[in-house]
């Protein structure tokens, strides 16, 4: 067989038995494409899968004596029969065509397929062993008959005389010994006479004969439609439905005005496996349409008549939002229970009386959890005995804290159909007065206890016996609310509060104080040593991470303790705890702190400090004091750097690591944010004013609370609009934990014109993630490597490394903290630019500052 009759027999096999398939075959040293309506070369010298294939269909190596001979994509399972014969076929040694070949090629005799031969008239000239099985023919009997004797679809196709392939739909055959049976195949044209090609198709007539019959017994309209919504089979009522025999499914006269895309729809999701339902009104009768797959790619499509059924649920809705609207307009609990005691109905009044789910209440459960008085009969068994329970006041209790005073009476109904319960509340207000007690005793966000109730139950305690108070407070809290908002640190407080019941006894006690302190009542501590235990545990309690948002967060917690002896004042306990509790906070996050004679002295004093601090910021008894930043080349003032300091009338000139920590327990950091940067600036353009031609530089210093800090910003941004060069140092340290919010002020900042300065660069926590986050303008060199720089070469590398660093990013460098000659010119010789310290000058007033801009300071000797 020559490899043109190879291809040639493979295409008119997928015409017969996978008109969808394709076969990549290798002939004659190129990969040809081969499909029912023909071959074609793809230029291709090696089979290789198509991605498309591999996305969908069904893939099968044919194989010949272990060699790889083509590649056959369908897109259903691939029978045998064609599998085989694709093998036989393609697998086939290539030789000269015989005479008895068709078309050159071999006949192919041990195919599965049953072929014939005819001239142009139908004549059978030749046959192989599968037609002569197929049809019923002893060997002879069908070379020179008439095909068109015993195969009904060859009329049609001798008439037509096509050029190219002929499908031959399903149809019986005919004659002797062959009743029942079906065919289906091909007919195409071979050197002016016909390749017939057929399969067997009994079975698919007979299932198809079995789906008609279901069809005609379903008793409403049903039908079997495509994919495209094409009607291939429709039942008796399914015509009756619809006299005018629509072809299609989307046909607008079978729908009563549905939109036809709401039908295609619906046959999507069906053919895609989910059957769909429709609701649809067809001369004047209501019907629900389902949907659902069947054999083939099918849909089957069967209505079903709601008219009668949709007249009786009305009429039962209708009973029943009577009887809805009559259970709610009342304001007594009325309950429906079957004959066996069963509730079958239950108004809202009665689910707010129980206090349970009605549905749930059975005559075996509702005894048991619900409390009745001694000889008396619950309800549902009265009605399950067909009973009467006349008015009886009694106290129901379905949850153990909320008694109910119910007047309670039960009734038969007629007919045996059970009986109906009236429950009447006698007492409102007493349930009112238990809630405000509830309300009294805890805090509304954690629902631990408020303040109030551990006073109280502090007091009752230490009646009889010593305690410990322990007083937990969330470190970085305001943080928590400036960066993640109200509700994340509400999150985090819930948290706090259920990490802290679980660590604890029943009988300790654990309150909200404020609003991030919380209380502890520890019953019988006295011992340090235990005390400090149950403080660590607290502290191992904050390790897991809190989900408060898309990132993970840890906390960390300070912790306060004061050992009670019994008879002491409640009040005065918790408040030196809260004492301990401060001192802790001065020593740094994550603290704990044991309660000591003097703590109380040191708060006080702080507490006074607190209050003339506050005094001074309103009565603006605060000062800023302005160091001169020089420029190392010529000594010239380039810029002030702006330092707070408190004249205190009895304490003399604090600077802030004396206040600052007061003013920020005290809730003030922002108001002395603003109240510098409102100074600075105002300072600025004084200058300005004064001396047009001095155009140094204000730096104001920023701390990242203050960054995250949304008011605060918002002042920052408008001071920034309106005063002349302004320079803002952010100090590394928690910058990289603040999330972008902090780098996104930064960002803002510089966009309106502010220069930024990265300061105390080269201590313990400097990165390069702030530099490559943040374009800052210049680097400033911590003080404590300035006061080593003269100590070693080594030390005078890290400054240098760090001056070209910075001048690679085209960032100046500045040195703070110089003191000495020689500090100043080490310095230089580093690569440093600028730099301030007490060799020039220390922080001066206003008037002196200007002073020292306008008369060149001179750089020291040496």
Known sequence: MTPGDQLARAAALLSAHAPGGEVLALSGGLVYRVHAGGTEATGAATLEVP??????????????????????????????????????LLGAPDRPAAPGDVEGGVWLPDLPVALALTDADGTVQQVNHAWLTLLALEPGAATGSDIRAYVPQARAALFER?????????????????????????????????????????????????VDAVLQAVPGPAVIAQADGRIVRANAAFRALTPARP??????????????????????????GVPATLAVTHAGRAYDVRFCASAGGHAAVLWADRTAANARDRALRAAEATLDAVLRATHDGVLLLDPAGHVQRANHAAQELLGVDPGGLTPDTWSARTRWPAGHAAPPAVVASG???????????????????????????????????????????????????????????????????????????????????MVVSVDGFRDVQAVLGPAAADRLLVEVAARLQRLFRDRDLVARLAEDTFAVLLWGVQDPVNAARVAQRVHAAMLPTFRLGRTPTTRTASVGLALVPAGANAEGSVQDALTALRRAQGRGVGGTALFEAGMHEAARQELELLED?????????????????????????????????????????????????????????????????????????????AHPHLRTRMNINLSVRQLLDTPLVSDLVTHARSAPDLEFEVTETGLLDSGSAAFGTLDTLRNLGCTLTLDDFGTGTSSLTSLERVAFDRLKVDRALTARVTGSERQQRIVGGIAQLATQLGMSVIAEGIETAAQLQALRHAGCTHGQGFLFARPLLPEEAVAFALTDAPEASG
């Open 387 to 469: 009973g009467t329970l006349p008015p009886e006041e009694i106290t129901l209790t379905p949850r153990a804290d909320a008694p109910r005073h119910l007047l309670v009476r039960a009734d038969p109904l007629p007919e045996d159909f059970g009986g109906v319960v009236a429950l009447h509340d006698l007492t409102p207000q007493r349930r009112s007065t238990l809630q405000l007690q509830q309300r009294a005793t805890s805090d509304p966000l954690t629902s631990v206890a408020n303040r109030a109730h551990f006073l109280e139950r502090l007091d009752g305690t230490l009646r009889d016996a010593p305690a410990a108070v």
């Open 247 to 272: 072809r299609t499914l989307t046909d607008a006269r079978v729908w009563g005005g549905l939109p036809s895309a709401r039908v295609r729809d619906a046959l999507a999701e069906a053919l895609g």
């Open 613 to 689: 601090f506050r005094a001074a910021l309103r009565d603006e008894g605060l000062e800023l004091h302005y160091q001169p930043i020089l420029r190392l080349a010529d000594g010239r003032v380039v810029a002030f750097e702006a330092f707070l300091r408190w004249p205190h009338p009895t304490r003399g000139l604090l600077s802030p690591d004396k206040f600052l920590h007061v003013a920020e327990t005290g809730g003030l950091s922002r108001a002395v944010g603003l109240w510098v940067v409102q100074a600075a600036t105002a300072q600025q353009r004084a200058w300005r004013s």
């Open 162 to 210: 096509r050029q190219a392939a002929l499908p031959l739909a399903r149809a019986a055959l005919v004659g002797a010994g062959r009743a029942g049976r079906s065919v289906r195949g091909t007919v195409r044209p071979a050197r002016g006479g016909l390749v017939w090609a057929l399969h067997d198709a009994t079975d698919e007539a007979l299932a198809d004969d079995q």
């Open 51 to 88: 991605d498309a294939w591999l996305d969908a269909g069904h893939l099968h190596w044919v194989m010949r004596a272990g060699t790889l001979v083509g590649l056959l994509h369908t897109p259903d399972v691939p029978g045998a029969a064609l599998t085989g014969a694709l093998e036989a």
